[in-house]
């Protein structure tokens, strides 16, 4: 055996390679079937419970963007999310995104098929290209605004469902079972938080705002796509990316040399100039206060049986902000290579980190030399020769309109509108740990009880019917 092995050294070097990867091939789906199967039981459990005849199935809607993370958005679903929605006993209806092609077959399904009337909540299954995609149509309906969304996030790109997520060593998301299951169970105990998006303007395209996540606009952006690309150079992609960008790109910056300012203004949160209905809110405030006032008799007589309402803490004053709105420049005399926009924590600032310093050799996103700051908004003139190759939005490249125009101006700023997502649950029902320690009744009864996220347990049906 060793004498072949050594003769034909390269078909065995060859065949002990296929056979490391497949192994750990293997193992990898034969973890992810296991987490599958602990959230089936799972799930199975929460649709058990019984439904009075006279209510009806909580009734979901399915947003799937077959051509997500390569096409296998499809399959990823049918695998992961659809048996989970199927024990549970939702009333799910699964709408098919790639297959409109229009603004107005999109506007009649999220106005007319799915009814939004008679939803509970929204899944989108995609990533933020998707997202982007739904929202300007999401902002303009009443009834999906105040919708809870529940994001699935199976993309290429899904720097806005990492937001809502707990942190996971998985560089992709869709990579992590056990959070894909997640945000299922999210509908049930998660937290619905309100979050604006980024809304990118520009004016003399003619086009409609580009709701979005991120922005870069840059020449670490055209190196981070260069070291994409060659992939297959493993770790030489990093040195060969730098000087073929070195030989091909000449360092501009990414300002208009008529104009080369970038202005911008401080973040406000909240003031008479910016959010004029604060008044009205405080006015009536103070009407309740008036009305919930117990007269003086009442307070004689009361006693410590009586019924106290609880009132509202009063709101302050609504004051005006003197420098809300007012616009600040950049020094001119620096010249900007780079920018990043992207949405904070805060709902009413984005984080803006700029660069004027190309640094070739350096890889480490972290420590690229920029400088940050939370602003209101953000405006400036591009040049417009850098925009095919070294501007993304949401992580894809900027799609000019139909007369093949590039801005002469972009703006970016938060959204006026708010849409109601559900967060994850940090306290995850299953890790994968969990899942090899324990069994699986261990693990039915200690996270439903000590969690306390169900209320259809075993034992407590069983106190039920006692």
């Not at 309906?141 to 809502?164: D, K, Q, W, Y």
């Not at 003399?204 to 709701?211: A, G, M, S």
Request: with cysteine; charged share 25%; proline share 5%.
């Amino acid at each position: 055996m060793f004498r072949t092995i050594r003769t034909h050294w390269k078909k065995s070097l060859f065949a002990f390679c296929a056979l490391s990867y497949g192994s750990k091939w293997s193992y990898d789906r034969y973890q992810a079937n296991k987490i599958r199967a602990f959230y089936c039981r799972q799930a199975s459990l929460l649709g058990a419970q019984n439904i009075p005849s006279m209510n009806r199935l909580t009734r979901i809607a399915v947003l799937l963007n077959g051509k997500a993370m390569n096409g296998k958005a499809k399959s990823l679903y049918d695998k992961t999310i659809f048996p989970l929605l199927h024990l549970i006993g939702l009333d799910v209806r699964v709408y098919r995104l790639d297959t409109i092609t229009d603004t107005d077959g999109m506007t009649d399904l999220l106005t007319n098929k799915i009814e939004p009337n008679e939803l509970s909540a929204l899944m989108i299954v995609g990533g933020d290209g998707t997202l982007s995609e739904l929202a300007p149509h999401l902002f303009q309906s009443t009834v999906l605004e105040n919708l809870p969304i529940c994001i699935v996030p199976i993309g290429e790109h899904v720097s806005f469902a990492r937001s809502l997520f707990p942190v996971t060593d998985k560089k992709k998301l869709h990579d992590d079972i056990s959070l894909l299951c997640e945000s299922v169970f999210a509908l049930f105990n998660g937290k619905v938080v309100t979050k604006p998006l980024l809304k990118i303007t520009m004016p003399d395209t003619n086009d409609k705002p580009i709701y979005a996540s991120t922005l870069d606009f840059g020449h670490y952006t055209r190196l981070e796509q260069l070291q994409k690309r060659l992939w297959y150079f493993s770790y030489l992609k990093y040195p060969i990316s730098s000087i073929y960008h070195f030989l091909t790109t000449s360092v501009k910056s990414i300002s208009s040399s008529e104009q080369p300012s970038i202005t911008y203004s401080n973040p406000c949160p909240g003031c008479l100039r910016c959010q004029p209905s604060l008044m009205d809110e405080y006015n009536l405030s103070q009407q309740q206060q008036k009305e919930h006032k117990p007269s003086f008799f009442s307070r004689i007589y009361q006693t410590k049986h009586s019924n106290i309402k609880t009132v509202k803490p009063q709101l302050s004053l609504p004051v005006e902000n003197p420098d809300c709105g007012i616009e600040y420049c950049m020094n001119p005399t620096k010249q900007p290579i780079q920018i990043w926009a992207k949405l904070n924590n805060n709902e009413h600032n984005i984080q803006v980190d700029i660069s004027d310093t190309l640094e070739r050799f350096n890889y480490d996103k972290e420590k690229y030399p920029k400088q940050s700051m939370n602003v209101q908004h953000i405006r400036f003139n591009p040049n417009i020769d850098l925009i095919p190759k070294q501007m993304l939005i949401n992580h894809d490249k900027f799609k000019e309109n139909e007369e093949k125009k590039y801005p002469s101006e972009c703006q970016i700023e938060l959204s006026e509108k708010t849409l109601k997502f559900i967060e994850i649950n940090q306290d995850l029902l299953l890790t994968k740990q969990s899942t090899l320690k324990s069994t699986i009744h261990e693990l039915e009864e200690d996270a439903l009880e000590k969690k306390g996220i169900f209320l259809f347990s075993r034992r407590h049906q069983q106190q039920q019917h006692a």
